[in-house]
């Protein structure tokens, strides 16, 4: 895959880390920058639209499109529900000359960094705290008790993979860190 016409930004962070947050800023805060819709077998959350958040789709679809190799990364996880990024979506928006932000889980961040190397800039959002980070999952009210836990055991085996990306900003107060996300952000992009 080539990136040679553009750059990559990702943010990654346990679920509920804040990642969706910081994304809608960032996109309206960077004209250039362009949100890579991943592809989901998960069901639609309330008010998510198909083709905006994700591209939602059955696991037959999915699989057919992993055996396809259509797929930059991805990813089965939380009870066999599988994430991706579409290679097609990111390929074009970069052709464009847009800037691609992916909002990912942090093995998918690592994987992508791997390929695009210097052109990726990899942003982890870390919580606070693990009670915190459970709490704005509890207060979002879009997940089950069996997908809290599920998500919150995960989440401690994500963070320690924090020192792997090239920015960690903890997500204690939303503008404090979204100014650090946002310099970080401004520099990778005028830099090209
Ligand atoms: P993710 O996309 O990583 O799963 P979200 O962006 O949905 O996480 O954030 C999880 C919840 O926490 C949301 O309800 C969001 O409004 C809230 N949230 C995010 N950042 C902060 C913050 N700094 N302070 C308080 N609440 C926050
Ligand atoms: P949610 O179900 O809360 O939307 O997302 C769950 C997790 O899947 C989040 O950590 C999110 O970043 C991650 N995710 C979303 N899309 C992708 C993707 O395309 N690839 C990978 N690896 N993870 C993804």
Same mark, same amino acid.
């Given at each position: 895959?080539?990136?040679?016409?553009? =750059?990559? +930004?990702? %943010?990654?962070?346990? &679920?509920?880390?804040?990642? &969706?947050?910081?994304?809608?800023? %960032? %996109?309206?805060?960077?004209?250039? $920058?362009?949100?890579?819709?991943? *592809?989901?077998?998960?069901?639609?959350?309330?008010?998510?639209?198909?083709?905006?958040?994700?591209?939602?789709? &059955?696991? =037959?679809?999915?699989?057919? !499109?992993? $055996?396809?190799?259509?797929? $930059?990364?991805?990813?089965?996880?939380?009870?066999?529900?599988?994430?991706?990024?579409?290679?097609?979506?990111?390929?074009?928006?970069?052709? =464009?000359?847009?800037?691609?932000? %992916? #909002?990912?889980? +942090?093995?998918?961040? $690592?994987?992508?960094?791997?390929?695009?190397?210097? #052109?990726? /800039?990899?942003?982890?959002?870390?919580?606070?705290?693990?009670?915190? /980070?459970?709490?704005? /999952? !509890?207060?979002?009210?879009?997940?089950?008790?069996?997908? /809290?836990? +599920? !998500?919150?055991?995960?989440?401690?085996?994500?963070?320690?993979?924090?020192?792997?990306?090239?920015?960690?900003? +903890?997500?204690?107060?939303?503008?404090? *860190?979204?100014?650090?996300? =946002?310099?970080?952000?401004?520099?990778?992009?005028?830099?090209?």
């Amino acid at each position: 895959m080539s990136s040679t016409h553009g =750059k990559i +930004v990702i %943010l990654a962070s346990p &679920s509920g880390g804040g990642k &969706s947050t910081m994304a809608k800023k %960032l %996109l309206n805060d960077f004209d250039r $920058l362009k949100f890579s819709v991943s *592809a989901t077998t998960r069901p639609p959350r309330e008010g998510e639209v198909n083709g905006r958040d994700y591209y939602f789709m &059955s696991e =037959k679809e999915f699989q057919k !499109r992993v $055996l396809d190799q259509q797929f $930059l990364e991805w990813e089965k996880f939380y009870n066999g529900t599988m994430y991706g990024t579409l290679k097609a979506h990111v390929e074009s928006e970069l052709k =464009k000359g847009y800037f691609i932000m %992916l #909002d990912v889980d +942090v093995l998918g961040a $690592l994987n992508v960094k791997k390929i695009f190397g210097e #052109d990726a /800039l990899t942003i982890f959002i870390k919580p606070p705290s693990m009670d915190i /980070l459970e709490q704005r /999952l !509890r207060n979002r009210g879009t997940e089950s008790e069996k997908s /809290l836990s +599920v !998500r919150l055991e995960r989440a401690e085996k994500e963070i320690k993979y924090a020192d792997k990306f090239d920015l960690v900003v +903890v997500n204690d107060k939303m503008e404090t *860190a979204y100014s650090e996300i =946002k310099k970080a952000v401004r520099k990778f992009i005028s830099n090209q």
